[in-house]
Structures are given as structure tokens and as C-alpha cells.
């Protein structure tokens, strides 16, 4: 009897295999949603960078192959944090490298999160999973965002901004598209893409490397409301006045003046490439439930 | 979860105190220098003193204490009967190493080994050395973590207790 | 829910079993503890914990009775100490167990560990030095239906952190023993072993064809006949790419790793030869390029050094692709003769070299299709050397000397995964003299001398040791390591350090103050990085 029992469970696991073909490459179709009125499920997809990371720009590809397939239902953030991958070059090696990307909101959600503690690169989808399962490599993050996409949406966001010179008004309304409570908060940042500037990649170093959706300043974090109660059709409308000198020149001191082997070379911002990014997360396990993107300068 | 865990840990101080035996060798099997599987409860030494000594290759103070008690095992044979089975816990990155190497230092113990860790882990061990003593009932009487020169002597000591 | 009916079921099982009047049944465990404090050093670059102290602890539980034994193991890590992961938090019973074996038949349910032939395609084990530990938590099957036959099969999911990967893992292992089946009385004794594991995944990928379960298979073969011993084991991965949406990446060539080693020994004399040749052969329970992930065991063909200089630079095997080879000498030179002296000499020698493959490993996509030579070494990356010589000698019943003279070529780039071109490879010399005195029975006083001369990397270091033991509880100990040849002068540093120790039996309690370097802890062919620190440790273990 015992003979049969092992005898079969080995023969039936020996059949477990798959051997696939060529071509590996599928036609993908469109698999974005199309409706531009209703409000779809946003993600938000952090990658944490650094421009010496030389296995870093493979994560920053993958991001873009996940925004290829699923478009603006994809919005990525990059975060350059660390003194070994994003600390600037000394000046006697100018000039490679000599930019600093780092912001001070980068390093408090490094050391919160523990992202760069385990390795670069390495990335959030919504943050979901924390505290345990948060922080996932660049090959899991596809797995996530189809999981993601499949929940159902609470919150419908819509930015609008209105820009003079270097102040900047931003507009967030959020509308409630469910019944719910909770203790949600409501994010705002900043973010640059089209910086050019030197970038490891692999072996090389790649001087006019394209850094996309780099975080340049949070803006605002805040509850919500006040209640805990929201119901559907409820509209929130926050309304935050920024100076854009004001923020770049933070940035500058922070790198000068706290950030580790920082020089203060966080400057030239150029407000036609930022976007605004908002996002509303869970305050009791940091799950993002929606964001939204929008060009700062219409 | 906490409640349970607390209540499971006074349980098991409980037992423990009141089973006031010794330990006897876990079943677990291990391999023979020829490559051959074997139970660790099949050792046996017609009910003198058993000596198991885990060690590795790349441990030192395990090779010191072998090798500082191989210059004396004769005697400590001819006195008490003792036998030393020496059970290394390589695993395949130096398994290959451990026949060679006590051949070359010519050691006449009983050699084991233990290749995934089973009887290590059965045994509570976390660093090696680590020595345990056995009764003429294979139970386990005596043990020691580590070696310093002279721990030999606590050993023998030890043994000669159980031979009288 | 699964969790407490567990535990409840364990808790009441052990009160009743300790009321029961004839009990047999036995309860052992170990704990372990390990705590240290971490100041600021700017010198050294240690950074100061916000916790000021960080604790790693274990506790395991083993019950047996007859043939059943269960048990459980509590790790806490109240935070994880700086050379372990952040994703190692909080407290918890990961690990848990029930077995039991009826007419020969073993089965185990709950967590396991378990090994395929050498692990070429599958090892679950733990190691928590390294902070490795990848328990599968399933159903095991063991079973010899025949003398000399050994089956076991298994199943279930490997452990990451403090929850389990995706992939659902199915294994099974036949192995033969010829002689003993076979009744053969012959001297040669040959052993045959055939392994399969295969992992289950769901392919949700909208971009590319993934197998959704991927096979490994591993044949082995051992002979053995007097003083000689072959060993070997050649392991296939089917195709295995990781799933990304980057077309470069996905590679869904065949992997391959080939183990084979020939030992012969007699008296006093001992001589070992291995190669090993790797390609594309790492198997991980998920199909994402993580470390935390991997469930084969490819060990690096090097020497386990424990001199701190010798493994100052330690090599890792890189699964993608090397070829290596290695050779270990065991001598002993007969006491009495010339170059003997009064109590024999001791001699062990040891060469490894280790290379890339040529063109890299094997690949295949839609765009591009490799696969390397079998055997180049020619031309082909150097990625680590070592020859290395050691003399042990017992001068007088009060000295023992030991003496070591290694040359070392590590590929600093490659082995720590930097850029190509940053470092180059680092050649160092070293030379280590290891003397011990006993002053009077018991006591006894040890010098290690080190020296480590190198140019690339950071320089040359000194390391000196002294230590102090008295029989049978306790041990003192200073060691400084000095970077007296880094050529950027504000890192010519000193690693001070003293550690006292009391042994009793089953319990083991040390206490450390000093510096630590940063640097790269191996054990077989795992490393792991240990930030620089500087501050006290304390470790307790013991076993019940």
C-alpha cells in the first residue's frame, strides 16, 4: 500500500513541466481602459533609484513597458535616495555625476519603507503589502499592477493648475464614488521628467541619459477631512499656492546641508517638464487607493 | 496569539521539570563515509560510553579538539571502552573534503556526516563544536559547546565517571 | 484561524502528555540570542541605530515521542540587527511542524527542510548567520520500498521573511544504492540518484509566453572502491525566464550546472579534485531576480577560509555562468623523520581558479540565441584565484604553531556586482603565523599574526589577535585589524576589538566591545553584507 502511495505521488509530480515555444513575443491588443469620463483605477508605481545604481535604469525600463501596455493608468514616480547609488561625484570628477537628485521626502520614505536598505532597485506598487510584503523588484511589479487594476475604484481625483511666472495655484478635487470610512489621507508632490543628465547603466556611463518622473518636492500631506465618513457624490476640494523658487531653492540648501556627500547641485528646474501628483492613501497601512497626474504647466 | 504562545511555553517548563530523564538520540539518518545511509540510534558500543563530536571542516577549535584527543584516544580506549564518533556537518560545498582530511590526520573515530543539517537541527545544535556524552543507554548525560585547549581533560574526566 | 488551531492543538497535546503517568515523550530546544549596540563612527562609516540596540532571537521547541515528533520555533527580531534584512521585523512562529513515521513510511506536514542530491536544483536550509532561511512549508514524503531504494517526494511553498514566495514547489528524489539492492558483494560500491523539483507559477503576463511550471531535473552518480571516491552531478533547468516586460531580459534558455569531484585517500595522506561548471542555474521559488527568492545551492569552488585575512575578499559563485576547478592536498609528514620533527607535520595545500564562460551564458529570446563552450579557460574573465599553503607543527608539549603563505586574485567588479571597470581585479599576498602557548594545564595563551599585502581595493591590512583561555569556561580575547595601506590616508584605520566568553556545558554567553569593518560575510556560496559598526554585542545560546 505504501508502495503505491509514494510510487504514485512521485510519478504524478515527475509530469509537472512545461517546455514553451518560440516566439516568445505575444500581441498585447489594447488593454487600456477607454472611457475618459468615469474615473478608472490609477497606480502609482514608486521606483527607487539613484544615478550610480548601474542595475537601476532596467526598473526604469520595466516601468515604462508597464505604461506602454496599461497608458495614463500608470503613474510612476521615481525617488533617487541613498549615499552609495545617489550621492553626487566629487567636484574633481566633474562632470560626472555631479548632480543631486535626492530630496528629503525620498530619504524619509527610504528609511520608512526600507527600500534601499535591501538593494537598488527595488519599488512600491500603491505600497501595498506593508509592513511586510511592500517592497517588490523590478519583476514583480507587473504581477501587482494587474492585481491592483482589479479593485474596485473609491475615489476619483481631478487636478487643475494655473501657473504665473514661478507661483503656482493647484487644485485638487476629490470626489467620493462610494460609501466608505476611514482615516485617508491626501498627498500632493511634484515631479520632473526630461532631465538630462549622466545615468549608470549596466557597464556603461551614459552621459544624456533621460530621467523621467523624478520627485522634486511634497507639497502637501493631510487628512482628507475631518470626518471618517465619506459618502458618494461628496466632493473635498483642497487648494495649495506653491513658489516654485522657494521649493528648488530647499532642495538646494537640503542637499548642501543634510544630505549625505550632497553639494547643493539640485537646481535648474524647468517647470514645462513637472507634473503635479496627487494621491490619497490609507493612514493605517499606507495603501494608496487612487492617484492622478497632470502637467503643471497647461 | 501572544496569550497562546505564553501558555505553550509554561506547558512545555512544566513538562520539562517534570520529566527528569535523560535525553535519548533523535532518529534521524545520517551518511557513512562509504556513502551509505544510517540511523544514529543504531550506534552502538556495547554499553560503554559513546562520545558524539560535531564538527566541520573549516572549523578549527572542531579540528583542534579532534585532533588534540586522536593523540590520546588509545589510552582513553585501553581505560574506559569510550568510543568517538565524530559527525561533520559539511555540507556539498566541503562534504568532498571531510574523507580526505581524516584520513591524512589519521584519526581512527567513527566518521558521520550529516549533510542537510537533519541531525544538527534534531539536536538543538546551533554552533560547532558541540559534544555530547552518552550513557551505556545511549542517553545523553553531558554536553559541551566549543573547545579551549585542555576541555579534553573535563571530557575524560567525564567518561571515566560513566566507565566506573 | 490555521494559525491557532495549530498552536492549540500543540498546547493541549503537551498538557496532557505531561499528566500521562508511563510518558516517554521528551521536549528539547536550543535559544539563541544575539544583541548589539551600534554607536556612530564616522571614521569607519558605522551609522548609529535609532533603536541604539538591535536584537536577532530563537527559540526552538522539539517534541518526540515513539515515532512522532512535532515542534516549533519562535524568532523575534525587535529590529533585526544591520546585517539582516529590514523585511526580518516583528515576532513570530514561522516555523512549525508535526511527523511521524508508521512501517517505514515518514511523513512530515508543516515546515521542512529538504535537499536534492548536492542541491544543485534544490536545497531548503537555514543558516542564520547569513540571515538564509528558505523552510518549505508543505507535506513530505519518505519511503524505502526496497532495501538500497530511497524515495521522497514533496511539496509546498519556501519560505521569504515572514510569509511564503508564489510559486507552489513539487519535488521528488529516487536514489539507488546498486550493492545493497542488488545484493552485490562486490567492493565497488555505486550509488545512482535521480531529483525533480518543478515550480508552479501563473502566467500573467500580457507581453510574453511564460511556462507557467518549470522543471529541474538532477542526475547523480557516485562511486566508490577502497581509498577512491567519484563523485558526480549533472542538473538541467528548463526554460525559466523571469517574466519581465523588457524583451533583453527574458531568457528562456535551458540552464546547466555540472558537479564532479574525485577524492583518493589513504593514511596520512589525502587528495581531493573538483570543477564545477554553471550556466543560467538559478532556480527561485518566484520568478523575479531576488536573492531572498533562490532554492538551489550552487557552492562556491573555494576554500572555507577562517583566518579574518584569507577571507577578507571572498568569492561567490555566480549562477549565471563560471567554470572552476579546485584542488586540496592532505599531508601529514610521518613523526620521527627529518621534516617531521618529534610529533609529525601537518600540510594542506589548496589551488581554486574560477572563470566566466565564453560569451556569457546561455541565451535565448526572439532576438538572440548563445550558448557557451563547454570548457574555456583561456582568455576567458578571471573572477578568483587562490593558492594557498598551510603548515601546522607541534614545536613541544607547550607550543603549536601554524603558518600560512596564500596568494588571492579576486574580481572585485564582478564578485560584489559593481560596474565592470571600477575596481579590476585585487591580488593580494597574505601571510598568517598562528602561534599557541600553554602556560600551565588549562591555561593557555594563542597569537595570530596576519598580514595581507595588496595594492588595489583598499590596500594593504595587519591583523594581530590575542587570545586567552582557561579550561573549561572561559576565553578572552583582543584583535585589532589596521588598513595601514589604504591609499586614501583618513581611511588608514584601526578595527579594535575585545570579546570575553563563559562556557558551561549546554550555555555559551559572550560579550564584545569594538569596531567592525564593513565587508562580505560568506558561508558555502551565500554572502551577505555586514555594514561597518562599532559597539557592544552580546550573544547567549544554549540547549535544553
Known amino acids: 500500500m505504501k508502495n503505491i502511495i509514494t510510487l504514485f505521488s512521485f510519478i504524478l509530480i515527475i509530469t509537472s513541466c512545461d517546455v514553451v515555444e518560440g516566439p516568445y513575443e505575444i500581441d498585447t491588443g489594447d488593454v487600456t481602459a477607454t472611457d475618459t469620463n468615469t474615473y478608472v483605477k490609477k497606480i502609482l508605481i514608486e521606483d527607487f533609484t539613484g544615478h550610480t545604481c548601474q542595475n537601476c535604469p532596467a526598473a526604469a525600463r520595466e516601468l515604462e513597458a508597464i505604461h506602454d501596455i496599461y497608458g495614463d493608468q500608470i503613474i510612476g514616480m521615481a525617488l533617487h535616495v541613498s549615499k552609495t547609488f545617489a550621492r553626487p561625484y566629487a567636484s574633481s570628477q566633474a562632470p560626472n555625476y555631479q548632480y543631486d537628485f535626492r530630496t528629503k521626502w525620498g530619504k524619509e520614505w527610504d528609511d520608512l519603507f526600507g527600500i534601499s536598505g535591501i538593494g537598488l532597485p527595488g519599488g512600491m506598487i500603491n505600497r501595498i503589502g506593508y509592513p511586510n510584503e511592500h517592497r517588490l523588484g523590478k519583476d514583480e511589479w507587473l504581477a501587482r499592477v494587474i492585481s491592483e487594476l482589479e479593485k474596485e475604484v473609491d475615489f476619483g481625483i481631478r487636478i487643475t493648475t494655473n501657473m504665473t511666472e514661478n507661483e503656482a495655484v493647484i487644485t485638487i478635487n476629490t470626489e467620493i464614488l462610494n460609501n466608505i470610512n476611514g482615516d485617508y489621507n491626501l498627498v500632493v508632490c511634484l515631479s520632473e521628467s526630461n532631465i538630462i543628465n549622466w545615468q549608470k547603466d549596466g557597464s556603461e556611463d551614459v552621459e544624456n541619459y533621460e530621467h523621467n518622473h523624478a520627485l522634486r518636492s511634497l507639497l502637501s500631506d493631510e487628512n482628507l477631512s475631518n470626518s471618517s465618513n465619506y459618502a458618494t457624490a461628496d466632493n473635498i476640494e483642497q487648494t495649495i499656492s506653491v513658489n516654485l523658487n522657494t521649493l528648488e531653492q530647499f532642495n538646494i540648501n537640503y542637499s548642501q546641508n543634510t544630505a549625505e556627500l550632497g553639494n547643493g547641485n539640485a537646481g535648474e528646474w524647468n517647470a514645462s517638464n513637472m507634473s503635479v501628483i496627487a494621491y490619497i492613501y490609507d493612514n493605517t497601512n499606507q495603501e494608496i487607493l487612487q492617484v492622478e497626474e497632470a502637467h503643471l504647466n497647461n | ?164 | 484561524m490555521f494559525k491557532k488551531i495549530t498552536y492549540t492543538f500543540i498546547v493541549s497535546f503537551l498538557a496532557l502528555n505531561s499528566f500521562a503517568q508511563n510518558n516517554s515523550g521528551e521536549i528539547h530546544g536550543d535559544f539563541d540570542l544575539n544583541m548589539q549596540s551600534y554607536q556612530e563612527d564616522k571614521l569607519i562609516g558605522a551609522k548609529a541605530a535609532d533603536e541604539i540596540i538591535l536584537n536577532n532571537a530563537y527559540l526552538n521547541i522539539n517534541y518526540t515521542k515513539g515515532d512522532f515528533t512535532a515542534g516549533l520555533r519562535y524568532e523575534s527580531y525587535l529590529n533585526a540587527l544591520m546585517d539582516f534584512d529590514d523585511s526580518y521585523k516583528g515576532n513570530g512562529i514561522p516555523f512549525r511542524y508535526a511527523s511521524y513515521t508508521i512501517d517505514g513510511l515518514e511523513v512530515t506536514v508543516g515546515n521542512y527542510y529538504e535537499q536534492v542530491g548536492s542541491g544543485l536544483i534544490f536545497r531548503s536550509y537555514e543558516n542564520k548567520g547569513l540571515g538564509a532561511d528558505n523552510a518549505m512549508d508543505g507535506i513530505r514524503l519518505k519511503y524505502s520500498p526496497l532495501k538500497g531504494i530511497y524515495l521522497k517526494s514533496f511539496i509546498g511553498k519556501s519560505r521569504t521573511y515572514f510569509t511564503y514566495a508564489d510559486g507552489i514547489i513539487r519535488g521528488a528524489d529516487a536514489e539507488v544504492n546498486l550493492n545493497e539492492a542488488l545484493n552485490l558483494e562486490s567492493k565497488t560500491k555505486i550509488i545512482i540518484g535521480q531529483g525533480f523539483v518543478s515550480r508552479f507559477q501563473a502566467d500573467i503576463n500580457p507581453k510574453f509566453k511564460l511556462p507557467q511550471n518549470v522543471a529541474a531535473y538532477s542526475t547523480r552518480l557516485n562511486i566508490i572502491n577502497g581509498g577512491w571516491n567519484y563523485s558526480g552531478e549533472y542538473a538541467i533547468k528548463l526554460n525559466d525566464p523571469v517574466g519581465s516586460l523588457t524583451t533583453e531580459v527574458n531568457n528562456y534558455a535551458n540552464g546547466n550546472a555540472l558537479m564532479s569531484n574525485l577524492t583518493y585517500s589513504k593514511r596520512g595522506f589525502g587528495i581531493v579534485v573538483e570543477m564545477h561548471r554553471v550556466d543560467h542555474m538559478e532556480f527561485r521559488s518566484e520568478r523575479a531576480q531576488e536573492k531572498q527568492y533562490i532554492i538551489n545551492y550552487i557552492p562556491t569552488l573555494t576554500k572555507q577560509h577562517t583566518y579574518t585575512l584569507l577571507a577578507l575578499y571572498p568569492s561567490a559563485t555566480q549562477t549565471e555562468g563560471e567554470f572552476g576547478t579546485q584542488i586540496d592536498v592532505f599531508y601529514k609528514i610521518k613523526k620521527g623523520s627529518l621534516l617531521g620533527g618529534k610529533y609529525g607535520t601537518k600540510i594542506i595545500f589548496n589551488y581554486s581558479r574560477i572563470n566566466a564562460l565564453n560569451g556569457g551564458s546561455s541565451f535565448l529570446n526572439d532576438n538572440r540565441k548563445h550558448n557557451p563552450m563547454f570548457i574555456s579557460t583561456k582568455g576567458e574573465e578571471l573572477y578568483y584565484k587562490d593558492i594557498n599553503l598551510e603548515i601546522y607543527k607541534k614545536i613541544n608539549k607547550k607550543i603549536r604553531v601554524t603558518g600560512v603563505i596564500a596568494k588571492q586574485s579576486y574580481n572585485k567588479d564582478v564578485l560584489e556586482g559593481k560596474t565592470p571597470g571600477t575596481y579590476g581585479i585585487v591580488e593580494s599576498t597574505i601571510a598568517i603565523a598562528d602561534i599557541s602557548y600553554k602556560i600551565k594545564k588549562g591555561h593557555t595563551v594563542r597569537i595570530e599574526l596576519q598580514e595581507l599585502l595588496a595594492d588595489g581595493g583598499e590596500g594593504s591590512w595587519s591583523m594581530g589577535l590575542a587570545e586567552y583561555t582557561i579550561s573549561p569556561h572561559w576565553f578572552f580575547a583582543v584583535q585589532d585589524m589596521y588598513n595601514w595601506g589604504n591609499h586614501d590616508v583618513s581611511k588608514q584605520l584601526h578595527y579594535l576589538n575585545v570579546n570575553c566568553g563563559f562556557l558551561k556545558g549546554a550555555n555559551r554567553i559572550a560579550i564584545g566591545y569594538g569596531k567592525k569593518r564593513a565587508g562580505i560575510f560568506c558561508v558555502g556560496g551565500v554572502c551577505k553584507e555586514v555594514p561597518s559598526s562599532n559597539g557592544f554585542s552580546l550573544t547567549i545560546s544554549s540547549s535544553f
Open chain 2, 1 to 164: 496569539m501572544k496569550k497562546l504562545f505564553l501558555s505553550l511555553l509554561a506547558t512545555i517548563l512544566f513538562s520539562t521539570l517534570s520529566i527528569a530523564q535523560n535525553r535519548a538520540l533523535p532518529s534521524v539518518d545520517v551518511i557513512t563515509v562509504t556513502e551509505e545511509r544510517f540511523n544514529i540510534t543504531d550506534l552502538e558500543n556495547n554499553g560503554k560510553p559513546i562520545v558524539i563530536s560535531f564538527w566541520a571542516t573549516w572549523c578549527k577549535p572542531c579540528k583542534e579538539e579532534l585532533n588534540t584527543i586522536a593523540e590520546v584516544y588509545e589510552d582513553w580506549q585501553d581505560e574506559t571502552g569510550v568510543k568517538l564518533v565524530a559527525i561533520s556537518i559539511d555540507d556539498s560545498k566541503t562534504k568532498a573534503k571531510v574523507v580526505p582530511y581524516v584520513n591524512a590526520s589519521e584519526w581512527d573515530y567513527e566518521v558521520y556526516i550529516d549533510k542537510n543539517g537533519d541531525l544538527k537541527r534534531a539536536m538543538g545544535i546551533s554552533t560547532v563544536p558541540h559534544t555530547f556524552l552518552l550513557n551505556s543507554k545511549k542517553e545523553i548525560v553531558w554536553q559541551h559547546k566549543g573547545y579551549v585547549d585542555g576541555d579534553e581533560d573535563e571530557l575524560f574526566e567525564q567518561i571515566k565517571k560513566l566507565a566506573r
